[in-house]
């Protein structure tokens, strides 16, 4: 089972600034099966980006995708208020998906 | 527009069964794979497997294998989850998502709502 490693765990910053998330899969992912979902407190995951660079219908630009093999990362150019919640990355290249553990993004 | 929608709410006790449904509408069902995943209270997310509407051909996380089986319904478009063996850990809120792609298993791009599943004696 490929293990997916999110850093940092929590990531302080305020509004208007520039967040990067990192996802390291513990075996090579074809980046092609690659996605980052967003979580609000008591909602349902959002699909954010797949294939890892593309961006889900009605995904705003400030997000955006990349990396390849053992490196992947979700950048969120300028933070808005309601980009603070939580983010998983998820692979499925391998017959069984896996998800990281996630990384919550507060307000500083 | 594309709905799933899942059933209310369950306690149960520990060693028994429970059956989550999702049904779903506003796309052609047999042609996307639906996922089953869980979230225990305060943690993340867990895959749990995915299923194929077209032929109901399955996949399963290898630590629910055994205990848990996907089924669906075509004539209601209704996909089924269950999971048996109870215990106080699986206590967590169940969702049902449909794949991205046609006919592959791909990343989740709709939700259900959620079903909280409480076990306890």
């Known amino acids: 089972e490929i293990v997916l490693t999110q850093s940092p765990g929590t990531l302080s910053l305020s509004p208007g600034e520039r967040a990067t998330l990192s996802c390291r899969p513990s075996?090579?992912?074809?980046?092609?099966?690659l996605g980052w979902y967003q979580q609000k407190l008591g909602q349902a995951p959002r699909l954010l980006i797949y294939?890892?660079?593309s961006r889900a219908t009605g995904i705003p630009d400030r997000f955006s995708g990349s990396g390849s093999g053992t490196d992947f990362t979700l950048t969120i150019s300028r933070l808005e208020p309601e980009d603070f919640a939580v983010y998983y990355c998820?692979?499925?290249?391998?017959?069984?998906?896996?998800f990281g553990q996630g990384t919550k993004l507060e307000i500083k | 527009q594309v709905q799933l929608v899942q059933s209310g709410a369950e306690v149960k006790k520990p060693g028994a069964s429970v059956k989550v449904s999702c049904k779903t509408s506003?796309?052609?069902?047999?042609?996307?794979?639906i996922h089953w995943v869980r979230q225990a209270p305060g943690q993340g997310l867990e895959w749990m497997g995915i299923?194929?509407?077209?032929?109901?051909?399955?996949t399963y996380a290898q630590r629910f294998q055994g205990r848990v089986t996907l089924t669906r319904d075509t004539s209601t478009d209704t996909v089924y989850m269950d999971l048996s063996s109870l215990r106080s850990e699986d206590t967590a809120v169940y969702y049902c998502?449909?794949?991205?792609?046609?006919?592959?298993?791909?990343?989740?791009?709709?939700w259900g709502q959620g079903t909280l599943v409480t076990v306890s004696s």
């Open positions: 998502a449909r794949d991205h792609y046609t006919y592959s298993s791909s990343s989740c791009t709709y």
């Open positions: 506003g796309y052609t069902f047999s042609k996307y794979f």
């Open positions: 299923i194929n509407p077209s032929g109901g051909s399955t």
């Open positions: 075996q090579s992912v074809s980046s092609s099966y």
């Open positions: 294939g890892a660079s």
């Open positions: 998820h692979q499925y290249s391998s017959s069984s998906h896996t």
